[in-house]
């Protein structure tokens, strides 16, 4: 089975057609804590400053749309957008900065009032992206990737919220699944996002932390960033099984993107069913996997978590914003550099969550009702920044 058709799973378990055109989406609606919070003064102040729906068009920037991930954020955004009756546009990045800056800036610079989720290709992108918005009138939630130094309260109310769900946490769930799984000693490779990425880092800590503190005997050998591509991931493993052979005995990939292109390139080579994955994400077409048991159940451990969700999440904070039912200046710290929960999940209970993407329109009805910060189950947990382990 090639990469594509694999990437191309998840479109279809999401009922969503894969584009290569651009264009993109948001969403609306009071959140109840707003209303508990802001009173009667909110609603004047959503009446004489807020920006009307019309004026507003939904943006949805991603790294890549050959990622599972990357297309379900595609697929949340556009189901708040028409939930909203917003018009949206996709930017494509493909995995280039400049890419997704100047496609920004072209979208900015057309004059509507644009909110915007951005899921940044480094963190060094994310002060360019929220001072373009800002000059713009528009306003932006950055999602995994943005300098440890740069926070919206420093910034202002044009640069509504930084998101994420725990990296490190997730780096020790799977490390502690792997290394189980493997007996407890070892070799490992390692397939990280981008280099220049806080979300790929943080998981790393804590894959490094799991290891060194709990599990001595389990080596790992070699990490290779690549990218949050499938092919990348693909093509580096390749080289990792030449180079290594059959001292590898355990896989963790920081997402389940690069899962797909590694997997395939074990199974290619004849060492599938003796090899372990984990990863981060617990994507449709890793649940298809876990299910058929594929390469002698080589899926160990996962993280769950769903970037449909964090598209909607971060499109509709941004949106309450533009249109005044929230300030974000007036926001607590954890509601403007949000940690939102994640599961640690394995073969015994992944069906528990898997059933969440049969029924995405009925999850963002919730996340209207219930507002971003407490919609389960990716409810509010913490204030960032993330403190990286110490040992």
């Known amino acids: 089975m090639s990469l594509k058709s694999n990437a191309n799973r998840l479109a279809k378990l999401l009922g969503i057609a894969m584009v290569a055109g651009l264009t993109l989406a948001g969403c609306t609606t009071a959140a109840s804590e707003s209303a508990s919070t802001s ?28 990622n599972p991930y990357f297309a379900a954020n595609i697929a949340g955004a556009e189901a708040l957008a028409k939930k909203l009756g917003v018009p949206i546009e996709i930017v494509d990045s493909e995995g280039s900065s400049q890419v997704q800056n100047s496609k920004i800036q072209a979208i900015l610079a057309k004059g509507k009032t644009v909110v915007m989720f951005v899921n ?23 999602w ?24 490190v946490s997730s780096g020790e769930c799977t490390a502690d699944r792997l290394a189980e799984s493997i007996g407890g000693s070892g070799k490992i490779i390692a397939l990280p996002g981008v280099q220049d990425s806080t979300t790929s880092a943080t998981r790393v800590a804590g894959l490094e932390y799991a290891l060194a503190t709990r599990w001595p005997d389990v080596e790992l ?8 591509d499938p092919e990348l991931a693909y093509r580096n493993s390749q080289d990792l099984i030449t180079k290594y052979g059959s001292d590898i005995k355990g896989v963790w990939t920081a997402d389940d993107g690069m899962q797909i292109g590694a997997m395939k390139a074990f199974e290619d080579a004849g060492r599938l069913d003796q090899v372990k994955f984990v990863s981060d994400g617990l994507y449709p077409p890793t649940i298809e996997d876990m299910r058929s048991g594929r390469g002698n ?24 914003a ?70």
């Open 39 to 66: 009173s009667s003064t909110s609603a004047e102040s959503s009446e004489s400053t807020g920006v009307k729906k019309e004026d507003i068009v939904f943006v949805a920037s991603v790294i890549n749309t050959t």
């Open 221 to 228: 050998v070699e990490l290779r960033p690549s990218d949050w």
């Open 144 to 167: 995994w990737n943005k300098p440890d130094d740069y926070e919206p309260r420093d910034v202002g109310d044009n640069f509504v919220a930084f998101q994420k769900h725990p990296g």
């Open 120 to 142: 940044t290709v480094s963190s060094a992108d994310a002060p360019i992206i929220v001072e373009a918005t800002k000059a713009a009138g528009g306003f932006v939630t950055i």
């Open 322 to 391: 533009a249109i005044g039912e929230i300030v974000p200046s007036e926001l607590s710290n954890d509601k403007r550099h949000s940690l939102f929960e994640i599961a640690c999940v394995g073969p015994e209970n992944f069906e528990d969550f898997a059933s969440l993407d049969n029924d995405v329109d009925g999850w963002i009805d919730q996340l209207i009702i219930n507002g971003p910060w407490d919609t389960a189950p990716f409810k509010l947990i913490g204030e960032g920044p993330e403190i990286l382990p110490q040992y």
């Open 297 to 320: 159940n080589a899926i160990v451990g996962e993280t769950f978590h769903r970037g449909w969700a964090a598209s909607a999440i971060g499109l509709y904070t941004a949106y309450l």
